[in-house]
């Protein structure tokens, strides 16, 4: 059966989201179609307004709105400016937060090594976190990498970076089930995890 071009459009953009195979994309567009267009018109303007309305943090390369000068985390005098948590995505810092524990501040990398994708260091928002501890005050860097190869791999060259500033590095306890993500890790393992944090060696 072939689709009218717009349907086909819809059904081909739905595929290349994460974890949307054929027959979800084409349902999603089904149900568009027979939507009332508010529903589409409202999907229409949040997705405008996703790229149009947020940014990405200078300082910890965070998701924030669009026009601050900095993140919310980052602003706030309540955090503690000492201590730096090293994530490899924006949506491991909600999982963090949803714990309510962690009260220092955060830093996205943005991925992790992958010699085989050919990312590398300067892919990544490494310089950036070296900086940051470099100008002082920090007195410990949590390197909260998924407990995968490529996030153990990243920790590893992290510290190596981080050796000569003469900060306390810490791994995230391994109550994280290894090859599992922050962002699917219920809170109490994610508080254990953080409670039971190790000095690297």
């Not at 409202?42 to 709105?65: R, S, V």
């Amino acid at each position: 059966m072939l689709l009218p071009q717009p349907l086909q459009n819809l059904v081909l953009a739905f595929e290349r989201l994460p974890g949307i195979g054929p027959k979800s994309a084409s349902r999603l567009a089904f149900f568009l179609l027979r939507a009332p267009e508010d529903v589409s018109r409202q999907l229409a303007d949040a997705l405008i307004a996703l790229k149009q309305n947020t940014a990405f943090c200078p300082e910890c390369f965070n998701i924030m709105q669009a026009g601050r000068e900095r993140c919310e985390i980052c602003e706030s005098r309540a955090r503690d400016e000492r201590v730096i948590c090293v994530v490899e995505e924006p949506l491991d810092v909600l999982a963090l937060e949803r714990v309510g524990a962690y009260k220092g501040k955060y830093h996205v990398l943005h991925g992790v090594l992958s010699p085989i994708e050919g990312i590398g260091p300067d892919d990544l928002k490494i310089k950036p976190l070296l900086e940051r501890v470099a100008r002082g005050g920090v007195t410990e860097v949590i390197l909260a990498t998924n407990p995968s190869m490529e996030g153990d791999a990243t920790a590893l060259y992290l510290r190596q970076q981080l050796l000569p500033f003469g900060v306390q590095v810490t791994r995230l306890a391994r109550g994280l089930p290894v090859g599992g993500d922050l962002e699917y890790a219920d809170q109490n393992t994610l508080l254990r995890a953080l409670s039971g944090r190790q000095e690297m060696t």
